[in-house]
């Protein structure tokens, strides 16, 4: 038996946002951070709210990689104001701390570290979830984890849940058109990246696979179009479907080494969570291919690639996805990304012990020791092909 879930309605296409004005309720409670509350598309999100009939508070102290602290902060104050609707207005920070903070809401019981799949959480006795994402390449108004950080222990909490994969999820093709290049860069590699992992994932199924394709399919197309030109219409439109199809496939299958080790150094060095994962994945098709040749192989043919082998057809995967990192101007090595190599020698084996240990990791098609990640964090450093 396998479950599978998705969000109940995902509203698609030009002003989605709209779609807040049917909303019933008496209070919402807009999640965001100081940055996106100033932009000029959340008035309309409150002004929505309004014309249905709610009050509106705004909790907008979320940190980029949010931390248990702010959680336990945003649940006070959504205790205090008694929310029937949480509005997660944001990247996947926003969103994953929301998702949190409506469980610390609804059941002060549970402490954040308490969200597994195999706790019943009990939501939805006060309260619902619409997420909002403002950019391409999360998918966590799809997915049912949220990544909180403990900062004391510079871990990432890895929690999954059924219950919080998000009621409404709402993709409004304006929101992520204000997105820096770099961003646009860096979400849509972690959106490929959770293509690829939930493709060639143990947990895979006949649902998230035909997800998959089609995301990296549209990824592949459309990225450097909308990297290169913030005009793009189009390309941001199918970017922004192209993310949350991406999560509704890995929240039904997995990811896999490239996000335990781009948590891993997400933790320890501070680089965010779509570079760290773009740069992870060439390495992790590399040594994971020797388990899933044929599963790599039907992506790079589903991309157009033409090849005599599932060999050479990977061989040209791995390629592809570098050109396309290259294109969009993402680091190819820790090394490119600018971390130094003493102070990489000196958390390897924290970075290692981190990233062996992620669920992510035993889900992946190849399982690596602590030693092998040893090894594919050094090649990742240095920029050699993981040819072991
Ligand atoms: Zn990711």
């Given at each position: 038996?396998?479950?599978?879930t998705?969000p109940?309605t995902?509203?698609?296409?030009?002003?989605?946002?709209?779609?807040?004005?049917?909303?019933?309720?008496?209070?919402?409670?807009?999640?965001t951070?100081?940055?996106?509350h100033?932009?000029?598309?959340?008035?309309?999100?409150?002004?929505?709210?309004?014309?249905?009939g709610?009050?509106?508070q705004?909790?907008?102290?979320?940190?980029?990689?949010p931390?248990?602290e702010?959680i336990?902060?945003?649940?006070?104050?959504?205790?205090?104001?008694?929310?029937?609707?949480?509005?997660?207005v944001?990247?996947?920070?926003?969103?994953?701390?929301?998702?949190?903070?409506?469980?610390?809401?609804?059941?002060?019981?549970?402490?954040?570290?308490?969200?597994?799949?195999?706790?019943?959480?009990?939501?939805?006795?006060?309260?619902?979830?619409?997420?909002?994402?403002?950019t391409?390449?999360?998918?966590?108004?799809?997915?049912?984890?949220?990544?909180?950080t403990?900062?004391?222990?510079e871990?990432?909490m890895?929690?999954?849940?059924?219950?919080?994969v998000a009621?409404?999820?709402i993709?409004?093709?304006?929101?992520p058109?204000g997105?820096?290049?770099?961003?646009?860069?860096?979400?849509?590699?972690?959106?490929?990246?959770?293509?690829?992992?939930?493709?060639?994932?143990?947990?895979?199924n006949?649902?998230?696979?035909?997800?998959?394709?089609g995301?990296?399919?549209?990824?592949?197309?459309?990225?450097?179009?909308?990297y290169?030109?913030?005009?793009?219409k189009e390309?941001?439109?199918?970017?922004?479907?192209?993310?949350?199809?991406?999560?509704i496939?890995f929240?039904?299958?997995q990811?896999?080494?490239?996000?335990?080790?781009?948590?891993?150094?997400?933790?320890i060095?501070?680089?965010?969570?779509?570079?760290?994962?773009?740069l992870?994945?060439p390495?992790?098709?590399?040594?994971?291919?020797r388990?899933?040749?044929?599963?790599?192989?039907?992506?790079a043919?589903?991309?157009?690639?033409?090849?005599?082998?599932?060999?050479?057809a990977?061989?040209?995967?791995?390629?592809?996805?570098?050109?396309?990192?290259?294109?969009?101007?993402?680091?190819?090595?820790?090394?490119?990304?600018?971390?130094?190599?003493?102070?990489?020698?000196?958390?390897?084996?924290?970075l290692?012990?981190?990233?062996?240990?992620?669920?992510?990791?035993f889900?992946?098609?190849r399982?690596?020791?602590?030693?092998?990640t040893?090894k594919?964090?050094?090649?990742?450093?240095?920029?050699?092909k993981?040819?072991?």
């Amino acid at each position: 038996m396998w479950e599978l879930t998705f969000p109940r309605t995902v509203v698609i296409g030009e002003d989605a946002l709209g779609y807040l004005k049917t909303v019933e309720g008496k209070r919402a409670l807009i999640v965001t951070d100081k940055v996106i509350h100033k932009l000029d598309f959340m008035e309309k999100v409150a002004e929505y709210l309004k014309d249905a009939g709610l009050e509106v508070q705004v909790f907008d102290d979320i940190e980029p990689e949010p931390s248990m602290e702010t959680i336990i902060r945003g649940a006070e104050f959504a205790k205090k104001y008694n929310p029937d609707w949480f509005i997660a207005v944001g990247g996947g920070s926003c969103m994953d701390a929301a998702k949190a903070m409506w469980v610390l809401y609804e059941n002060p019981s549970i402490a954040v570290d308490g969200i597994n799949p195999l706790s019943k959480l009990g939501l939805r006795k006060k309260a619902r979830l619409i997420c909002i994402p403002t950019t391409s390449g999360t998918g966590s108004d799809a997915t049912w984890a949220t990544i909180i950080t403990n900062v004391k222990d510079e871990r990432k909490m890895e929690l999954t849940s059924r219950e919080i994969v998000a009621d409404i999820s709402i993709l409004d093709p304006e929101l992520p058109k204000g997105m820096p290049p770099k961003l646009v860069a860096g979400t849509g590699l972690d959106a490929l990246a959770h293509g690829i992992e939930s493709y060639v994932s143990q947990w895979r199924n006949d649902f998230s696979d035909v997800l998959a394709i089609g995301a990296i399919q549209m990824i592949f197309k459309y990225l450097p179009r909308a990297y290169r030109n913030p005009e793009d219409k189009e390309a941001k439109e199918k970017m922004h479907n192209a993310a949350t199809m991406a999560g509704i496939s890995f929240g039904n299958s997995q990811v896999g080494i490239a996000h335990a080790m781009g948590h891993s150094l997400g933790a320890i060095f501070h680089v965010p969570h779509g570079r760290s994962i773009g740069l992870f994945l060439p390495y992790s098709i590399e040594y994971s291919a020797r388990q899933a040749m044929e599963r790599y192989a039907t992506i790079a043919r589903e991309i157009g690639i033409e090849a005599k082998t599932d060999e050479e057809a990977v061989g040209k995967l791995v390629e592809a996805v570098r050109k396309l990192e290259r294109d969009v101007g993402e680091p190819a090595s820790l090394k490119e990304a600018g971390i130094s190599r003493r102070d990489f020698d000196k958390r390897l084996n924290d970075l290692a012990t981190r990233a062996a240990n992620s669920t992510c990791t035993f889900m992946n098609p190849r399982v690596p020791d602590t030693a092998e990640t040893k090894k594919l964090f050094t090649y990742a450093y240095e920029g050699k092909k993981a040819d072991f």
